[in-house]
């Protein structure tokens, strides 16, 4: 069985406290979160055929090391 890539500051330790974290969450309390992530003006969220995802990734990327 081969390990899991976890991205850079992740780890299996992370991943498990971040999915007991949603698995406690209400759902009124999702729909909060979510409600709060929509109305967050710094950041957008949009569809990006397939194809495009690594580029996208990597643009994203440049953006936050000219940042």
Known sequence: MSQA???DGWDAERVRRVL???ERQSEDEAVAEDEAA????TQSLIEVPVELVATVRELIAKHKQAS
């Open 5 to 7: 890539k976890f991205p």
């Open 38 to 41: 929509y109305h967050d003006r």
């Open 20 to 22: 007991e974290s949603y």
